[in-house]
């Protein structure tokens, strides 16, 4: 039979029956089912039996974290679980705003949105179903309005919403995988996956064995000591161990056993030796946690139990002796003393510095009473540093001129002390050749110079000064030692009589000093002594000579042992008188 086609827009009024010949009537609208007579799809037939109200899928719905939309101002610039609405007449869900009587559908548009027809203001809400077409997170899922008749006003009720399908959102998780729409477990080391289920897969190795009776241990993985029968795990006897039914006892040992590094673990450790030897040694000193002994250094655990026996962390109880903390450390927000003045209230064995000990003072000496380093407080007095030395970057004087800044008794020199005036004179001063004397003896004196008290050495002292003027003054009369002089006052040393002896040459003149010795001459050439006074020459032999202190005169001897006195009178006459 010929196909016949059904013009668009044209009503069959004949009672005649359209026959699809096992085919099927595709493209009908649900939107459009008003009468009982009207055809819809199947989805549509489904959903009313299960008292949904379908209605037309929107783009996307609202999240929580999108936040509240002000459907008063709209627009076209928002974005719905990632998807932007952009188009006007974009139907869309709300679910989450602030007002919950504004969720269910809208329309876009570049002001405000509306309501559509199929969810008009003032309509009930309750079974509205919708799908959801687009979106990062609820693409492909059905949502439908769960608040109940009665309270489901659009635009007065507040109205909730809650997701009733998720089609084609249906992911594999850990251990499966997803092909099309069947979903399968994923095979690893240990499981096989087949038709008829999941099983596990042990290795041959493993010593593990799997059958109907459940996993038990194969028998052949016994170790030395022990044996598997009828998948039960015996302990073999042995020496020093029996074995029973409930238990393994351990035999006496008959020497001392190292673990090494391993543990020995035991429901109770007990020991049976006699007091005085200790039970336990310990070597190291970490903490032991959850150790609870019956003594503690000797004393029963109810000793500490009662409160006047330890001291208590709230301080109520005080030492009843002293206390020594041996190395430990003592440390507390602040410590105070109550003792009297007069006894130190801490006394300390080190000298080392403590860092950051702030005292009230220090050797009884308030701040006040000390100077300080930042320069702050002043001297109220001398201070003197002892054999200390004071160290300073700078030492600066306000004193007047007039007055010395520093006082200095030692004369040792000074290394690398830069002055800014010496001896009055700026260091410029020196710094030209001209005004100072040079080691090299290039630059001469000009004006006379006084070394004062200090001594001036040389190898050889000279002198350029003419005859006439002495090159040397001197005030002192006292003899300068190993003082060799060329001349004594204009004569040789030629001229002298010398203290060992010898022979003069040339007239002795006295003039009106006499000579005296009380002595004896001797030595004079050939015993003879020649007189010349007033030119007129006397000669006489004589032996011996001396003065005679009673009477003026000289005395003489001659060779025959007579004596004489030599006087001049007063006209200058030599007379001789024999005694």
Request: proline residues 1%; glycine residues 12%; hydrophobic residues 40%.
């Amino acid at each position: 039979m010929a196909t016949k086609h059904i013009a668009e827009g044209v009503t069959m009024t004949s009672a005649a029956e359209i026959k699809s010949n096992s085919g099927k009537i595709s493209g009908l609208s649900t939107a459009l089912v008003t009468l009982e007579g009207d055809a819809t799809t199947k989805g549509y037939v489904d959903s009313v039996a299960q008292g949904l109200d379908v209605k037309g899928s929107v783009k996307a719905s609202q999240i929580a974290t999108d936040g509240n939309i002000d459907v008063s101002t709209g627009g076209l610039a928002q974005t719905l679980d990632t998807i932007a609405i952009n188009s006007d007449g974009d139907r869309v869900l709300l679910k989450h705003q602030t007002n919950l009587a504004e969720n269910g559908l809208w329309v876009a548009h570049s002001g405000a949105w509306t309501r559509p027809a199929d969810f008009a203001t003032g309509g009930n809400a309750a079974g509205a179903f919708c799908f959801v077409e687009e979106g990062g997170t609820l693409a492909d899922t059905g949502w439908v309005c769960d608040t109940n008749s009665g309270s489901d006003v659009i635009d007065t009720n507040n109205l909730t919403f809650t997701q009733f399908s998720s089609a084609g959102i249906c992911t594999a998780g850990d251990g499966l995988t997803k092909s099309g729409n069947e979903i399968s477990a994923v095979a690893d080391d240990g499981i096989s996956v087949s038709a008829s289920g999941i099983k596990v897969a042990l290795p041959a190795t493993s010593g593990l064995v799997v059958d109907g009776t459940g996993l038990y241990v194969a028998d052949s993985i016994a170790g030395n000591g022990l044996t598997i029968g009828s998948k039960i795990l015996a302990v073999g006897q042995g020496s020093g161990i029996s074995v029973s039914a409930d238990a393994i006892a351990l035999g006496s040992l008959t020497a001392n056993w190292d673990a090494g590094s391993y543990q020995i673990r035991a429901e109770t450790f007990q020991s049976d030796i006699v007091t005085g030897t200790s039970p336990l040694i310990v070597a190291s000193t970490t903490l032991v946690s959850n150790l609870n002994v019956q003594y503690l250094n000797g004393q029963i655990g109810t000793y500490y139990a009662v409160a006047a026996n330890v001291l208590l962390k709230d301080g109520t109880v005080a030492l009843t002796a002293d206390w020594d903390a041996g190395s430990f450390e003592v440390k507390a927000q602040t410590f105070e003393s109550d003792v009297a003045t007069g006894t130190a209230p801490l006394i300390v064995a080190s000298t080392t510095v403590v860092t950051n000990f702030n005292a009230d003072t220090v050797d009884t000496k308030h701040s006040t009473d000390l100077v300080l380093v930042d320069g702050t407080q002043a001297l109220s007095a001398n201070w003197d540093a002892g054999s200390f030395k004071i160290t300073s970057a700078t030492f600066a004087s306000d004193i007047s001129t007039g007055t010395a800044p520093i006082t200095v008794v030692s004369t040792t020199l000074c290394t690398n002390l830069n002055a800014d005036l010496l001896d009055g004179q700026q260091g410029s001063y020196y710094a030209v050749s001209a005004n100072v004397l040079l080691k090299d003896g290039t630059v001469a004196l000009t004006a006379d110079w006084d070394a004062g008290s200090f001594t001036i050495t040389a190898l050889r002292f000279v002198s350029d000064q003419t005859t006439g003027t002495a090159p040397f003054t001197v005030a002192s009369t006292t003899v300068v030692s190993n003082l060799n002089a060329d001349q004594l006052d204009g004569y040789e040393a030629s001229a002298f009589l010398q203290l060992a002896g010898g022979t003069m040459a040339g007239t002795l003149n006295m003039g009106t000093n006499e000579i005296s010795n009380a002595g004896t001459i001797s030595t004079l050439s050939n015993g003879n002594l020649t007189l010349s006074p007033n030119g007129t020459g006397i000669t006489t032999t004589i032996k011996d000579i001396k003065i005679d202190a009673s009477s003026a005169g000289l005395i003489l001897k001659d060779t025959g042992g007579t004596s004489w006195r030599l006087q001049i009178t007063t006209d200058g006459v030599l007379t001789a008188t024999s005694l």
